[in-house]
């Protein structure tokens, strides 16, 4: 009788069924998982398989025994850590995620800046929701937000203020006409 590791339970998969699912499997540490129980189920010791896959062999009998126990979704299934909560509540992200689509600091309460930025961000969130979070954290939360830095543009100090709102209300009239048609 062979010594080693075995598959108890198949689940209905077959070493060409595995090799050809192996093959599709876009990340390597997962497609590696199927290649253990594939190379276990043609024969191979765990030792070997470690060797082979560069692969601690408990970690090979882990694998083995997920397999047995619940086949390829619980070979595949990975629990990720859920990380460091969020130090804003979801209403709270909402509520500061509203400000910096609509409105402007100086329309805020917050000074005479016309953007936004972390320093006015940091201070913001002091205020409002008295959390202190640092700059670069802040920075961290607003691009995984879908927000990107961009560096303001600069003000005409001799601008024609009239030309500009006809210009404006020519450009509303013609943005709304294009979202009518």
Sequence with gaps: MRK???ITNNHGWTIEQLQRHEKT???ASMAKRVAVIRLIMQ???AVQVAELLNVHRETISGYVQKFN?????ALLHRDYSPGKPPFLSSKEERELRR???HSTPAEEGYGFESRWDTRILKHVIEDKFAITMSRSGIGDMLKRWGFSY?????????ANCQKQEVFQRELDMVKKTSQMS
């Design 4 to 6: 080693g590791l075995t």
């Design 43 to 45: 024969g191979y010791y």
């Design 25 to 27: 499997i876009k990340k």
């Design 69 to 73: 126990q619940g086949g390829m979704n």
């Design 150 to 158: 961009t560096r303001p543009t600069y003000t005409l100090k001799r």
């Design 99 to 101: 400000m910096l689509e």
